[in-house]
């Protein structure tokens, strides 16, 4: 436990309390500059897996023990986070998936967006081979960068070239767009047509051919990095320019941006030493990024959608015969993506794997304890109405209201998150699901003891089915709705369904009745999940 | 002259001719690697303002001493290409354009674009306060960023924001998405509605507050820029999480860009000792962004956008009563955008200018003299040649071509521009005039010649009425057209044109004609420009 030394100002700018901190996104809400000049602990107690703190300017902060202890973990975008690759570690294949079950599948669209983050790559197949296609891709994970060459850009052969690229030429390994900054991190192509003699794909990985200048040539390596290169393009309607280094480094030293397009490197003015010196660096390192074991070689065909991170991966294309009477022809469709947004996509993705992760558990663990008196356990109970539910052809939202309205129950949701915070279950539950489920899933597992007061007022002979402890329950909760309760009640716009998933609750109580298990819930609720 | 010593790879590198690099956008068609290894320069000679040399592998370059003699330029990313200011800086009024005039004027135009990349700022007045008019502001140097905010938020207080600035409170200076990356670098905010009481404006110069920070705790600043800031944005929807420098250094230890934002820091996890260096010098660093002379206060009205920059200057808002039966309300509607694209479109108009400068140079220099053998000045023969098509009520491609359609005659055009090519005139001016005008200009120039030829054929009388020159001429320029070659050019898509540039080529030879001069036509070439 690391109580000793602790930084005041790093401790108490991460006080989670909802004064130094919204809730709903973790923004602070305090300047830190609003903290005093002189801002000591005065006093320090540790409990209940917390430790308490109270400032000598009055706040008062509780910090979890395992936050406190927790490791850190950074943004994954130096070489630090990657896997750095040669050809021969693809000897198996290439990471890939098919477009339809990447569509249907949120762990198959989790392995290829960790793909594109730790090997700088993945190809998605089967993706249809129609045109702008290639944006449907991006609207996936992110959001197109439109550049001078347009929102997507087509790579065939043009009679008025205004790039290597719209030739048939063979281009070497190298980055695009260098001379943009930003430069767009990823970039994505899709191919049409690949009925072309020759045409085949090159990726290499500019981190690994970096790491290796940087063993065999650590000088030359120094160079790279801190001689700014004038990137530079320039047609009718553009005049680009980016200063940067061909190896960057983040301020620990690690290899964080490679930029390698030597069309593209303008003019340095440097004194002739410097020159001398930059010219057999980068003559050297290009060497490298020619290496074939570098080279991952590869044929995309149509449907194929190569997705690539664009400041690590060199890629390249062999020459190809142009389209002819008697030859095929080469269609790539591209765009330019970053990869800021494919990753908080995946983030997104996981701690909503991590959510269904937690609730199965709740259903196998707390679940599986008796349910405050009935024949049934918590999680049989759950199982039963989200059944009923799937039986009356319910719609998804509210199979998962119906699977879900009771998890205020689970003690963890409302401890762990609802610290301070009224505990009826029913608010619990639906606060707890409204970080994953919108107000179609929570309203009616808010309302779902309401509904029952509303019943008892409304439907004469409800009150009289209902099981003993769910009597039992009534006078705690408030009791029959009176009249004017009632008819509020009725006209909110959750209502309907609150009263469908109260109905479903008090059937699912019989022992033994045969239900699916958690799983089978599980796509249904994904799919519904912000 | 720099000649000795030359670096021979950066002199080869830089090889302009049509072999090495792509006319069209100056990329290079070569390898570093192509290059043999003890590459070598065998023979040099300076004559013609050319260095020529001769290589040890064969080959032959040419370069222009003014080339060689060349300062260099950066991309003006970083502090050395900024003005950087203080709030009194501004006392006289802030760098502002009215929209119209920003749009109907390329002179306007290029003075915004350059307020925001020097002082990272400036307001467009009288932007239609209507819904989505923000992206039109972009499209005019550029392209959105689309983010997890949208291609554009609206600010004004919502009921559940999942950012501080989607409320009413008071946002101290800061910058937007730091936890992106890459972070865009451009906001816009326009202005729908301020009624407000409160809701003014503030921004600070991060770049100045960074060096009065370098100037005051020189290592306060140094730990800014070595330490790694997690940040990072969480809500229902997106993840994000960048680590980077609060102020980041290019490799001359320049600084390049600033990154400031309390409510998006997350945790750091870095020793004791380090935790209190980094938060002795972020609050110190913050504490000299709140400095009152640094602040420039301004209030947005509708119609008003504000254009600047997201990696350099923090905004910042007092807060606002919120709409009520009593008050006014707030709303502006802002997106991202990317600096490259600016400064491409403002290298873009600079460059038009800088050629119409050029042009408007030969009009009053060379275009004085004799034009072979006719009673006028060349100039003054292709001024009246486009004030006749401008009477004529010709479309504003034919005047920009009357008017044009001799270039090719001055010496400096054929000799910079197309060395090595056909300098007949007529070629030589529509090649050079295609750098910036599109072939609706640039073929009835390169056709007028052969019009005469082709009038000579095909109009009975035409030929008696050409003048003593142009009758000579004409035999150098091959004589009439065969029946058959009149046929093949009047099929031709251009030939209309080409025959009525060429009429009012032939009568525009008046001495004494009252012409109106250049910068008479000015506007029109700037709105046919490229």
Aim: hydrophobic residues 45%; aromatic residues 8%; contains cysteine.
């Amino acid at each position: 436990m690391p109580l000793t030394p602790l930084s005041p100002y790093w401790l108490r700018d991460n006080c989670p309390c909802t004064r130094c901190r919204d809730p709903r996104n973790g923004q602070k809400l305090f300047q830190i500059t609003d903290l005093p000049d002189d801002l000591a602990i005065t006093d320090q107690d540790e409990s209940a897996g917390h430790l308490a703190v109270l400032w000598s300017d009055g706040h008062r902060s509780r910090y979890p023990l395992e936050w406190l202890d927790a490791e850190g973990a950074d943004d994954g975008r130096s070489e630090d986070g990657k896997r750095l690759w040669a050809a021969a570690d693809f000897a198996a294949g290439l990471p890939e998936a098919d477009w339809d079950a990447y569509l249907a599948d949120p762990a198959e669209r989790a392995a290829v967006l960790g793909s594109v983050l730790r090997s700088g790559f993945a190809v998605l197949r089967g993706v249809p081979a129609v045109e702008g296609q290639v944006l449907a891709v991006v609207r996936t994970f992110g959001y197109v960068r439109e550049t001078n060459y347009g929102e997507l850009f087509d790579v065939r052969v043009e009679a008025d070239p205004n790039n290597l690229a719209f030739t048939s030429a063979a281009i070497a390994p190298h980055s695009d767009n260098p001379y943009r900054d930003p430069v767009p991190t990823l970039q994505l192509l899709h191919c049409l047509d690949n009925s072309a003699v020759g045409g085949d794909s090159g990726l290499v990985d500019g981190f690994r051919a970096a790491a290796v200048l940087r063993e065999e040539a650590p000088e030359a390596f120094a160079v790279l990095t801190r001689t700014l290169v004038p990137f530079a393009f320039r047609d009718r309607t553009a005049e680009l320019r980016a200063d940067r280094p061909l190896i960057e480094l983040d301020a620990l030293g690690r290899i964080r941006e490679v930029r390698f397009n030597n069309r593209s490197i303008g003019t340095l003015r440097l004194p002739a030493a410097e020159l001398d010196a930059f010219y057999a660096a980068y003559r050297r390192f290009a060497a490298v990024t020619l290496r074939p074991e570098l080279r991952l070689e590869f044929r995309l065909g149509p449907g194929d959608c190569l997705i690539f991170d664009n400041v690590r991966l060199l890629h390249a294309r062999t020459a190809f015969e142009p389209a002819g009477p008697g030859g095929g022809s080469r269609h790539l469709q591209g765009c330019y993506a970053d990869l800021d947004s494919l990753a908080s996509t995946l983030a997104v993705l996981n701690r909503r794997t991590a959510a269904l992760d937690t609730i199965a558990g709740y259903f196998e663990g707390e679940g599986a304890a008796e349910y405050l008196g009935e024949a049934v356990t918590m999680a049989e109970h759950m199982l039963q109405a989200g059944a009923l539910a799937e039986a009356a052809g319910a719609p998804a939202h509210l199979v998962a209201a119906a699977l879900l309205h009771d998890v205020g129950h689970f003690e963890g949701t409302g401890l762990e998150l609802m610290a301070g915070r009224d505990n009826r279950h029913s608010d619990t539950g639906a606060d707890w699901l409204a970080r994953w489920f919108g107000p179609e899933v929570t309203e009616p597992v808010r309302l779902h003891v309401a509904a029952k007061r509303y019943l008892c007022t409304a439907e004469p002979g409800y009150r009289a089915r209902l099981s003993e402890a769910s009597e039992y329950t009534l006078g705690v909760q408030g009791g029959p709705m009176t009249p004017e309760e009632a008819a509020a009640f009725a006209a909110l716009p959750g209502a309907g369904d609150a009263v469908a998933v109260r109905r479903w609750d008090e059937e699912a109580k019989y022992a033994d009745a045969a239900t699916p298990g958690f799983e089978h819930f599980r796509p249904l609720l994904a799919a519904l999940m912000h």
